[in-house]
């Protein structure tokens, strides 16, 4: 049962533009909601969170939107840039992350 | 340089046989959590340790076990080894069990196992 879902294995985009990343799960009892970014040969790092109280949060360049009536996230890069290039992965839970299969994010300069 | 450390980089063994994977958490971090990437799959969740003790339990196998030790290092031990136990085995840490808003996990940069 994949309870964290990332439909776009893959998303090329524009330098500067935007680009959209979208996670779908579905257990409404989630409080936390964070997305992570991956280089090839390096382990997940963390990027940006929302817990359930909120439905956006902001830092610099990334915002992530929270839409807890359709257990949706999504998270918007805005400009892009070409070291943006990376995977992506959505993570939700309580005591414990449940990660999506990632995105790969290309931006082509 | 995260703060988490695992060891080895790369391990390459046969089938049947048995392998330890280390990993230190940064410092101050009380909870390790275990997890496999196999080949273009997301991060599944092993297994978590908080201050010595098994906290939760995901999708291991019963030939694979972990333990954390007083010093809080973790060491995960998988057995009878199977070419589709092959995957990149990562660690991370955290301060507590719960409060991801501000930080997440810390993630070491993996350990490459390649079953022959």
């Known amino acids: 049962d994949q309870q964290v879902k990332q439909n776009s294995p893959s998303l090329s985009v524009q330098e500067g533009r935007i680009s959209i990343l979208n996670c779908d799960y579905t257990?409404?009892?989630?409080?936390?909601f964070l997305w992570y970014k991956k280089y090839p040969a390096e382990g997940p790092t963390f990027l940006i969170s929302i817990s359930s109280i909120k439905d956006k949060n902001e830092d610099g360049r990334f915002t992530v939107f929270l839409n807890k009536s359709a257990k949706h996230l999504s998270l918007h890069i805005v400009p892009s840039q070409p070291g943006d290039s990376a995977v992506y992965f959505c993570a939700v839970g309580n005591e414990k992350l449940t990660f999506g299969t990632g995105t790969r994010l290309t931006i082509i300069p | 340089d995260s703060g988490v450390t695992q060891t080895p980089k790369h391990l390459i063994t046969a089938t049947g046989q048995r392998v330890t994977l280390r990993c230190s958490p940064r410092s101050g971090d009380l909870s390790v959590y275990w997890y496999q990437q196999s080949l273009d799959q997301g991060l599944q969740f092993l297994i978590q340790?908080?201050?010595?003790?098994?906290?939760a339990k995901g999708n291991i196998l019963e030939r694979f076990s972990a333990q954390q030790f007083p010093d809080l290092h973790s060491e995960l031990n998988l057995s009878s080894l199977e070419l589709g136990d092959s995957a990149l085995y990562f660690c991370?840490?955290?301060?507590?069990?719960?409060?991801?808003?501000?930080?997440?996990?810390?993630f070491g940069s993996g350990t490459r196992l390649t079953v022959v």
């Open positions: 257990n409404s009892m989630f409080d936390y």
């Open positions: 991370a840490s955290s301060p507590g069990t719960r409060g991801f808003a501000n930080y997440g996990y810390t």
């Open positions: 340790y908080y201050n010595g003790e098994e906290r």
